[in-house]
């Protein structure tokens, strides 16, 4: 059974950083597997904050956290981060991370192409 639990949220000042893991089991070959990060904040549809490749070498990001977020993975640990910089208000929401098996260099910025989601983890900036 593919499980994937997040971990690290928390509340913070605006400016603030945290860092926010996806630890996975069940799946046998985790490098096989792009990865992403979502969040969704109250009253709001839940929408994509950024992508991993299956390899690791190919990122991409919401222009809303651009510069300020970082995503990557540990395959040892079958563990992906989500390094948060520079947190505003705005930030403020539950992120989910989700898992899609991948045949190459893809990624997946639809939430509907993931079959496989975390149950979240609480994100709340205050001004």
């Known amino acids: 059974q593919v499980q994937l639990v997040e971990s690290g949220g928390g509340s913070v000042q605006d400016g603030g950083s945290l860092r926010l893991s996806c630890t996975t089991s069940?799946?046998?070959?985790?490098?096989?597997?792009?990865m992403g990060w979502f969040r969704q904040a109250p009253g709001k549809e839940r929408e994509f904050v950024a992508v991993?490749?299956?390899?690791?070498?190919?990122?991409d990001y919401a222009d809303s956290v651009k510069g300020r977020f970082a995503i990557s993975r540990d395959y040892a640990e079958n563990t992906m981060y989500l390094q948060m910089n520079s947190l505003k208000p705005e930030d403020t929401a539950a992120y989910y991370c989700?898992?899609?098996?991948?045949?190459?260099?893809?990624?997946?910025?639809?939430?509907?192409?993931?079959?496989?989601w975390g149950q979240g983890t609480q994100v709340t900036v205050s001004s």
């Open positions: 069940g799946i046998t070959f985790i490098s096989s597997y792009a």
């Open positions: 989700a898992a899609k098996w991948s045949a190459g260099i893809v990624l997946y910025k639809g939430q509907s192409e993931y079959p496989y």
């Open positions: 991993i490749s299956r390899s690791g070498a190919m990122t």
